[in-house]
């Protein structure tokens, strides 16, 4: 598994922060969080000393894939960061693929915020596809509604076969899921990991070793499943890049303890 830090906890002059991490390690952008100027500053310059892969997060804040809304101003949004996921050869895209409905109006609406996800993001990768990107679905949860169930996500992968995801580790804690069970089923369509730990209450973005989540199991079921995937460490309060790199080298030293075994 190739690794990657994200801009997430690395907002404003701290992103130079991520210029040190080592020239095999890449990044993963946060696109709304900086100018397009911003983000072609920072990764002229990040590209001049590493080789490691670059991803590109779309937004989520104020656009959310499930939500009632014109589709067409929608996708233009989202293909805002398309120059700059080719400007930089990305390696994928990460759609969050809803934010968060209420308890009251999901449980009366879930079927059609559902649906309209679904079908969305059907015809957003079609988009992708004819504009040579890579669009990795992520697995979001909700607070405290949760749009899809495992089954149901599971399900969406099954109408679309050629659909890429990127698993979020902590997201999968909170809602339920169970990691071995998508990387089996979900196997090379897993083109990354959002990789970050929680007790299962609360989407905390912790250090891999602060949560519930077992690290060896991740691993094992990493290096059979998803060997080419990428672990983005994605923090929010941990912004110090030797924290991050310390973290990457556990879970390297847990891969090679699961080839071994």
């Given at each position: 598994?190739?690794?990657?830090?994200?801009?997430?906890?690395?907002?404003?002059?701290?992103?130079?922060?991520?210029?040190?991490?080592?020239?095999?390690?890449?990044?993963?952008?946060?696109?709304?969080?900086?100018?397009?100027?911003?983000?072609?500053?920072?990764?002229?310059?990040?590209?001049?000393?590493?080789s490691g892969g670059i991803s590109i997060h779309a937004p989520f804040a104020f656009y959310d894939f499930a939500a009632p809304g014109d589709d067409g101003i929608l996708f233009e949004r989202f293909r805002r960061a398309f120059d700059l996921y080719h400007r930089y050869d990305s390696e994928f895209y990460v759609l969050h693929a809803f934010n968060n409905i209420e308890e009251a109006a999901?449980?009366?609406?879930?079927?059609?915020?559902?649906?309209?996800?679904?079908?969305?993001?059907?015809r957003f990768d079609d988009i992708c596809r004819s504009e040579g990107v890579c669009l990795a679905v992520e697995n979001t949860f909700g607070n405290p509604y949760n749009l899809f169930s495992q089954e149901q996500w599971l399900e969406m992968f099954g109408q679309m076969p050629n659909l890429h995801t990127l698993i979020d580790t902590g997201h999968a804690l909170v809602s339920g899921m169970d990691i071995a069970e998508l990387q089996r089923v979900l196997g090379p369509r897993i083109v990354g990991y959002h990789l970050h730990n929680n007790y299962g209450t609360k989407d905390a973005h912790n250090r891999l070793r602060e949560g519930c989540l077992d690290w060896r199991a991740f691993a094992q079921n990493a290096k059979h499943y998803t060997p080419d995937a990428t672990g983005v460490i994605e923090y929010l309060a941990e912004d110090r890049p030797e924290a991050c790199m310390e973290d990457i080298r556990y879970l390297e030293s847990l891969c090679v303890i699961c080839g071994q075994a």
């Open positions: 598994m190739k690794y990657s830090v994200s801009t997430c906890s690395f907002v404003k002059l701290k992103v130079k922060r991520l210029l040190a991490v080592p020239e095999h390690i890449g990044v993963e952008i946060f696109y709304e969080y900086g100018s397009t100027d911003y983000w072609n500053e920072f990764l002229t310059r990040f590209r001049e000393s590493h999901g449980r009366s609406s879930a079927e059609a915020y559902r649906s309209r996800t679904v079908d969305r993001i059907a």
